[in-house]
């Protein structure tokens, strides 16, 4: 079975300050990870995936997050929020052929103080 | 190249009543999932359509729920009848094929409240 922990359901940071989203997962296969974004009124977009190679994978807006096996994260970074990072973020893993569904964690409400 | 779409945005029904959901996956997508969120809670899978073929439906809550996809291309999600914990946000999502870590595109959902 497959889970996925998102630590803070509301995260706050200032224009211009570190975005830091922690995911932990759990699986019994290697997973393939990604982090979902929704906007109000809008269906989730994919900021990143992870499947194979690098560990460190850039996504769109300037979002990065890294695999860690050994403590079984994916955090999500940004260097620098803008107020348009306003958001819900998910993060979700996946297995492998023949277990396609996503199972994701309960999203972290971000918001950008001015 | 339209994405998901989904078809009511918004739907307030009545407990008993019957509410039938549609997603339009994108054209030439194979495959097509249906998710759902309870207010404060996590996203949950619902069931995976392969074409017409129902490749996973582990994720049905009971059998009030009836999902088809008739000719593989969209597909509908009946409620009946529906009750008051079946209130949440639907997402459908479709993906071009299998191949490992494809992506799932997703809609904007519907937004279901049973009073």
């Known amino acids: 079975a497959q889970s996925v922990t998102q630590l803070g359901s509301h995260v706050s940071v200032s224009e211009g300050a570190l975005v830091l989203l922690r995911c932990n997962y759990s699986s019994s296969v290697p997973p393939y990870l990604f982090w979902y974004v929704q906007y109000p009124n809008q269906g989730l977009q994919l900021l990143l995936k992870y499947t194979t190679g690098a560990t460190l994978v850039k996504g769109i807006n300037g979002f990065e997050a890294e695999f860690k096996k050994s403590e079984t994260s994916f955090h999500l970074t940004k260097p620098s929020a803008h107020m348009s990072d306003a958001a819900e973020y998910f993060c979700?893993?996946?297995?492998?052929?023949?277990?396609?569904?996503?199972?994701f964690g309960t999203g972290t409400r971000l918001t950008i103080i001015p | 190249e339209a994405g998901v779409t989904q078809f009511p945005s918004h739907s307030v029904i009545e407990k008993g009543q019957t509410v039938t959901l549609r997603c339009d996956p994108i054209s030439g997508h194979d495959n097509l999932y249906w998710y759902r969120r309870v207010m404060g809670k996590e996203i949950k899978f619902l069931l995976h359509?392969?074409?017409?073929?129902?490749?996973?439906e582990s994720g049905m809550p009971n059998n009030r729920f009836l999902a088809e996809r008739t000719g593989g291309t969209y597909s509908t999600l009946k409620v009946q009848p529906a009750e008051l914990e079946d209130s949440g946000v639907y997402f459908c999502a479709s993906s071009q094929d299998l191949r490992s870590a494809n992506e799932q595109f997703f809609g904007p959902g519907t937004r279901l409240t049973v009073l």
């Open positions: 979700a893993v996946r297995g492998n052929f023949g277990n396609e569904k996503l199972t």
């Open positions: 359509f392969v074409k017409e073929s129902k490749q996973d």
